[in-house]
């Protein structure tokens, strides 16, 4: 049994209990028309007839006990009685096994003239292993009661003090959790009527709870929010079905997986609120759907955005071997540099200038997938002018425009800095790239431009 904290007795036994006034020191006895001398038990060192303390679960599933149910108790009288008074004395036991439970006495005498004595109720070695196996919220109690008093005039009043430890039910209580958090923002571009990402939207997802289930529990992964007409395009990968076994706190994971066809029926673009949430399967005395759980908050983003700057390379990014590639540019390259390998040769040394635009068409010989590129100028990144946009081609002559970016918006612009712009991954086989002058610059100017592939 982990982590009993024993109940500390407050006080010493004299004092009795302050609900009775007792004589004063320098007062005697009298037997003739001695008043009535009512007894009554109290815990030891207070005025309290009842402590109370909690016994919960901790997220291993021990249960933490508060207090103690053994203690020590104070029989008092009002007041000093003229002759010897008997007091018979026996446990209050409730949900405690009477085998576990000792009592000091059952009988005590009080002597003439004095007001109290004391008793104690204890389990055995303090074990609570009773407790074990007992999910449901119990009270157990431990105390005295005064059951006769034999002496002058001492009728039983507030003859019972004990000692009660509240336990809760277990209970593990259960969320859903998101593998890369619980919100998370999917985005999907939209082309010509066409979304361009071509793996389906994903989220891993599975089920932990605050403390061990006590027994197998089952759960299902439900969805809202998919637009009507598109149910059967979502799917859950082993299944929507997940099991927390015995004795443990989470579930293996699955996953949600919905296609990108819904994007696809109309050119509204927007975000697309979905939401990810679970059910018990079946009934469960021990463990419940925490009411708080608010589940995996899912935004779909629908835009048209197939450009945009990074100030490092993406690490699936990998690059494209540059071997036999030809560049055509309306640029100049100086000190003799050949135009088809200055841009791949790892010097900043080494440029092509243009003015008021600089345009560059990159044959890479074969069709494969893009998803970004590297532009470093020789100088500050200012030398790259205002703006550039890029564009991509399978022929040669049929270009798709992938945007628009303002030189003043990159990332890194010290001297010799590299910049890095993602495209919406497409297959090409040509890339295109069409600087404009600032009117205060003397052009545009490129060292190095590399182009990547996924890996």
């Not at 003239?113 to 157990?140: K, L």
């Not at 494969?368 to 002018?385: E, L, P, R």
Request: contains cysteine; charged residues 20%; proline residues 4%.
């Amino acid at each position: 049994m982990k982590n009993i904290v024993r109940y500390a007795l407050l006080f010493a036994l004299a004092g009795g209990a302050a609900l009775f006034t007792g004589c004063r020191a320098d007062e005697e006895v009298g037997l003739a028309g001695y008043p009535q001398t009512p007894v009554g038990a109290t815990i030891s060192g207070t005025s309290d007839r009842v402590a109370v303390s909690k016994a919960t679960y901790d997220g291993d599933g021990a249960l933490n006990v508060e207090g103690s149910l053994s203690g020590e108790y104070t029989i008092a009288l009002a007041q000093a009685s003229p002759e010897d008074v008997t007091v018979r004395v026996e446990p209050i036991i409730a949900n405690v096994p009477a085998e576990l439970v000792e009592i000091s006495a059952s009988e005590l005498v009080i002597p003439a003239g004095s007001r109290t004595a004391s008793v104690s109720v204890t389990i055995t070695e303090e074990d609570y292993g009773f407790m074990d196996n007992v999910p449901q919220s119990v009270t157990y109690e431990l105390g005295v009661r005064v059951v006769e008093a034999r002496g002058s005039q001492v009728p039983v009043v507030d003859g019972e003090a004990k000692m009660v430890i509240e336990k809760e039910a277990y209970m593990a209580a259960a969320s859903l959790v998101g593998i890369a958090g619980n919100e998370l923002v999917i985005t999907r571009n939209y082309v010509d009527g066409q979304i361009l990402d071509e793996d389906p939207m994903t989220c891993e997802v599975k089920v932990v709870t605050d403390r061990p289930v006590l027994e197998d529990t089952k759960f299902v992964v439900k969805s809202a929010g998919i637009p009507e007409g598109f149910a059967d395009d979502e799917s859950f990968s082993p299944a929507a079905e997940v099991t927390i076994l015995a004795g443990e706190k989470e579930s293996s994971a699955t996953t949600w997986t919905l296609a990108n066809d819904f994007l696809e029926v109309d050119d509204v673009l927007g975000t697309f609120p979905m939401q990810l949430s679970i059910e018990m399967v079946g009934e469960s005395a021990t463990a419940v759907v925490d009411p708080e759980d608010a589940g995996v908050a899912i935004q779909i983003v629908k835009m048209s955005d197939l450009v945009k700057f990074l100030d490092k390379a993406d690490p699936s990014w990998t690059k494209l071997p540059t071997d036999g590639w030809t560049v055509e540019s309306n640029g100049k390259s100086y000190d003799g540099y050949d135009v088809n390998t200055l841009l791949f040769d790892g010097s900043t040394s080494s440029e092509i200038s243009g003015n008021p635009r600089l345009e560059i068409i990159i044959d890479m010989k074969v069709s494969q997938k893009v998803v970004g590129f590297s532009v470093t100028c020789w100088g500050n990144f200012a030398f790259m002018g205002k703006s550039f946009e890029c564009s991509t081609s399978e022929d040669g002559e049929n270009w798709k425009l992938h945007g628009e970016l303002m030189i003043a918006d990159a990332p890194n612009h010290e001297y010799g800095d590299t910049n890095y712009v993602q495209l919406t991954p497409c297959n090409a086989r040509y890339v295109k790239w069409v600087g404009v002058a600032d009117e205060n610059s003397y052009g545009v100017d490129i060292s190095e431009f590399y182009i990547y592939g996924k890996n």
